[in-house]
């Protein structure tokens, strides 16, 4: 058992289900705990499980209603939602005897499970993605276009009331049938009450992380971050890879991979190092390789093997050994512990050796894991660590480590897929290896495009190999990447009081940051057709590019599909008709980002290194449609659930007129982590107006600053007390038309095309008076099929509605 801590290692469980909800004959048990999820366990012992284990919680749901038919020959159970037939026999679940069906005609033949096949899902996620160069296999996932998937427990261990795990019976089946149909949504919600929330992250992690594999010196490290600072490149966490610690020992003690003690000669002064990287406003992550236990040249070998019993006279090492509370306390207590004090927030677990332990089934990934994880949150603070995917249940102990992939396109390409799919798991705060790891070629534009995606993608680290030419530096990159990598990882910051409410409603209402598109279209093939595109917190959409530029017009193209209604490119203001697949195309220092109509994005006007909530905002209001949020906000560190809440609204015409209001309301709820004043900068993006809007504050109309850009309204309020409300009111609003030959014209002057083509279409355009008549024109020209489709674009944006 676990002899120290048991209350930090013990977690709060409702393991057992309502006796209502349970039907039992002989070695079976079925357990109705939702109208769509269906416990079924085969015990031959008959004493069933009812603790909580590695991946399952909680089981107590409240007994849905049920209807049981019950013969000599058969048990049957069915729900608004699945229906169960169970042929009685001996000897356990076979195909035969066991079936469930998911209700709802979701197919023709596929829509019903036989105990030992495997359904058919829309995949989950990996362990690792190390060493890929492109796609890999993926685990299955909960959701399923089939309307069913299983969850098989009969593996995984039994969590104890100590804190400690134990193997259970290995001849025991059981099995969680899932028939939500396509309610992906609902499926994650009921899954996070059987395995656990998603915790909240602290307010930090949502920054920009610099991670590199190389022997920084202390004086080093530091003159880079104030280079970062320099040129205004924003970061909130440091990580220091493995050579932090010392890395050259003699033979007999392994590699050097596994370490504790700092190498002094690198760091002469690790506390007051970390507690400079603190006051530039970095919190700082340590990597570790475990696997190798403790030998006998660590600063904390003798006392942690007097701890243990370990012979130190005759430098016998500590071993490795996960599996033994023994060395778990010890683990902690001399190897962590000390690091801690000193100022390491969280650790990065380099977990690579396997899935194997002394105990059959018991997963050594797992089990640093879930003690890391609960061991750092033994004070006031969220827990935090950084390690690999070990499996269902995994969600709870974020951030995950993707690995070490290559620097490559097709790596690139992979990567906004398999974070979309581990949403399908539950697993939401993946962190991948920004412009790859290991290999390739240097490439900017493949870098610009990886930053791209890593900006709206769950958490942005740059990493890269050990070696001189591999850094990620953005100025080794060329002026030109060095100028668009800076812009976007200065919006990543800006993006944070944004993220960080997506972080709250990811733990509190079990809504993923990163959406596939089915979800909220799931009975529309288009949202299975484009699967590197997904939403982006409740108010964006996001199609990476992740394909190089056409060389001749400087563009890169993605497929790309609009749901029905409008849409609004995010940076340059463009207005798009939904319902509809196109080819999207943008240039090197853009990237496909649409916004809803009515959406409402509040952002950081700053964008140094901290990340405290903001004095200054930018709040973006989308035009075309109603549209609220509500912005959450705490001290971005505890573990209390006390926040404040603001909400924005917009009000896109009122009844019968053409007037448009904004509202931002007084805070709600512990102001105590808010700024004592606030100034609100105010996008208005996609607005036409007939005069100039009016602003009040506490009712009472103020001056402002107003300036006029294209697509873009912006309304400066002076600085106001924290308590305040605002009213803004547009007369004679309607959506800005997109200027389609101002755009084209842009479009030609870019590429690199022949003069004379460049005035044949661009000719052709300005006599044409409608969007059919342009295309018929351009198809006469019979130009090239992708030029064609890259000025489509600019026509069809908003068919009909030119300025």
């Not at 070695?27 to 015990?43: C, H």
């Not at 028939?179 to 992250?201: A, E």
């Not at 399908?424 to 495009?449: A, P, Q, T």
């Not at 095309?753 to 300005?766: A, G, M, P, Q, W």
Request: glycine share 8%.
């Amino acid at each position: 058992m676990v002899t120290k801590r048991q209350e930090t290692f013990r977690l709060e469980v409702k393991p057992k289900a309502p006796e209502d909800s349970q039907v039992i004959w002989e070695q079976y048990r079925f357990t109705v705990l939702t109208p769509a999820m269906v416990r079924v366990e085969y015990d031959p012992n008959e004493t069933f499980e009812d603790a909580a284990t590695q991946t399952v919680l909680n089981r107590n749901f409240e007994t849905p209603e049920y209807k049981l038919k019950e013969t000599d020959e058969f048990i049957e159970i069915i729900t608004t939602h699945v229906h169960l037939n169970f042929h009685k026999e001996s000897g356990g679940f076979t195909k035969n005897n066991l079936n469930i069906e998911a209700l709802g005609n979701y197919s023709l033949y596929h829509s019903t499970w036989y105990f030992g096949d495997k359904p058919d899902t829309l995949k989950g996620t990996a362990r690792t993605l190390d060493f890929s160069d492109g796609p890999i296999d993926l685990e299955e996932g909960l959701m399923s276009k089939n309307g069913f998937s299983i969850i098989d427990d009969s593996h995984s261990m039994k969590l104890l009331d100590n804190g400690w795990v134990e193997k259970r019976e290995s001849n025991i089946v059981d099995i969680y049938f899932l028939g939500y149909g396509r309610d992906y949504l609902g499926t994650l919600r009921d899954y996070h009450y059987l395995t656990g929330k998603t915790p909240k992250l602290p307010r930090y992690a949502l920054g920009n992380w610099w991670s590199r594999y190389y022997p920084y010196s202390q004086t080093g490290y530091k003159q880079l971050i104030k280079k970062f600072e320099e040129k205004r490149i924003p970061f909130s966490v440091a990580v220091l890879d493995m050579d932090w610690h010392v890395t050259e020992v003699p033979s007999e003690y392994g590699s050097g991979w596994t370490g504790y003690t700092w190498n002094n000669e690198l760091f002469p002064d690790p506390e007051e190092f970390l507690r400079w990287l603190h006051d530039q406003g970095l919190k700082t992550t340590l990597n570790l390789h475990p696997a190798n236990g403790v030998q006998p040249f660590e600063e904390m070998y003798e006392p942690m093997a007097k701890e243990l019993d370990v012979d130190t006279e005759n430098g016998e090492p500590i071993n490795f050994d996960i599996a033994d509370p023994e060395f778990l306390n010890a683990y902690f207590e001399y190897l962590h512990h000390p690091h801690e004090e000193i100022g390491v927030d969280f650790w990065w677990i380099d977990w690579q050796q396997g899935s194997v332990t002394k105990v059959e089934g018991l997963d050594p990934l797992w089990m640093l894991n879930h003690y890391h994880y609960l061991d750092l949150g033994r004070g006031e603070n969220r827990s935090l660590i950084f390690s690999r995917y070990a499996g269902l249940g995994s969600h709870r102990y974020p951030i995950g480590f993707s690995g070490d992939t290559a620097s490559t396109w097709e790596a690139l390409n992979f990567q906004p897929y398999f974070t979309s799919t581990a949403s399908n798991v539950g697993y939401n705060w993946w962190s991948h290896d920004i412009g790859g790891h290991i290999g390739g070629v240097k490439d900017s534009e493949l870098f610009i495009r990886w930053v791209q995606f890593g900006v709206f993608s769950p958490i942005n680290r740059l990493h890269s190999q050990d070696g001189e030419f591999s850094g990620k530096e953005p100025w080794r990159y060329g002026l030109k990447a060095e100028r668009i990598v800076t812009q976007f990882m200065q919006l990543r910051h800006k993006l944070i009081p944004y993220l960080y409410t997506m972080n709250v409603l990811t733990h509190t209402d079990n809504f993923p940051l990163i959406r596939p598109m089915y979800y909220h279209h799931p009975r529309e093939e288009e949202a299975y057709e484009v699967p590197n595109q997904y939403f982006f917190g409740t108010q964006l959409l996001v199609a990476p590019i992740t394909t190089p530029l056409r060389g001749d017009l400087r563009l890169a193209q993605v497929k790309t599909w609009l749901p029905e209604g409008m849409w609004i490119d995010f940076f340059n203001g463009r207005m798009y008709e939904g319902g509809r697949v196109l080819d999207v195309y943008r240039p090197i220092s853009t990237m496909p980002v649409f916004a809803k109509a009515g959406g409402i994005v509040p952002m950081d006007q700053s964008f140094d290194n901290s990340v405290d909530n903001p004095q200054k905002m930018d709040v973006r209001i989308f035009a075309g449609a109603d549209g609220s949020f509500t912005m959450y906000e705490d001290d971005g560190l505890g573990k209390n659930d006390e926040h404040a809440t603001t909400k924005f609204s917009l009000k896109w015409h009122e009844e019968d007129t053409d007037w448009s209001y904004f509202q931002i309301q007084e805070p709600e709820g512990d102001w105590e982590c808010l700024p004592e004043k606030r100034q609100y900068t105010l996008t208005f993006v996609g607005f036409s107006y007939d005069e100039v809007p009016e602003v009040y504050v506490k009712d009472k109309l103020v001056d402002v600053n107003f300036t006029k850009r294209g697509k873009f309204t912006t309304v400066e309020i002076p600085e106001q007390e924290i308590d305040s409300w605002y009213f803004v009111r547009f007369r004679g609003v309607s959506a800005k038309k997109n200027d389609m030959y101002g755009e084209i014209f842009r479009f030609l002057d870019r590429a690199q095309l022949s003069t004379s083509l460049k005035e044949k279409i661009y000719t052709t355009v300005r006599k044409s008076r409608n969007s059919a008549r342009v295309i018929s024109g351009l198809l006469a020209l019979d130009i090239d099929p992708d030029l064609l489709e890259a000025l489509s674009e600019l026509i069809w944006a908003n068919p009909g509605d030119i300025d």
